[in-house]
């Protein structure tokens, strides 16, 4: 299994803004694609943004569409997640995660998780 590891998650105002990391280790990096999750306090963990191997496709939950922007470094074995005009309901544990199989909105189709960084956002 490959190996990430979230960093960037923090307290900001409404309004405000985060860039996530996610650092990968291992040789396939650029064979996989990648996803970022969330979980709230009790909430089941949802979908929030995807780039395939290459990244010629992106994808996005509609609730950050226009605010978060997903990108990949295959060089330096990094995905991101650019968060801009973020609201109090952003609050959760954000993930990332790995798959070599399908390209997927579903956290269930990926078999790498990083342990999370706790974004909040005050308002």
């Known amino acids: 299994q490959v190996q990430l590891v979230e960093s960037g998650g923090g307290l900001v105002q409404a309004g405000g803004s985060l860039t996530l990391s996610c650092a990968a280790s291992?040789?396939?990096?650029?064979?996989?694609?990648l996803g970022w999750f969330r979980q709230a306090p009790g909430k089941e963990r949802g979908f929030v943004a995807t780039i395939s191997r290459g990244g010629y496709m992106t994808s996005y939950a509609d609730s950050v569409k226009g605010r978060f922007a997903i990108s990949r470094d295959d060089a330096k074995n990094m995905v991101y997640l650019e968060m801009k005009s973020l609201r109090p309901e952003d609050t959760a544990v954000y993930y990332c995660a790995a798959t070599g199989a399908n390209w997927s909105r579903r956290a269930v189709e990926y078999n790498s998780w990083g342990q999370g960084t706790q974004v909040t956002v005050s308002s």
């Open positions: 291992g040789r396939t990096f650029g064979s996989l694609h």
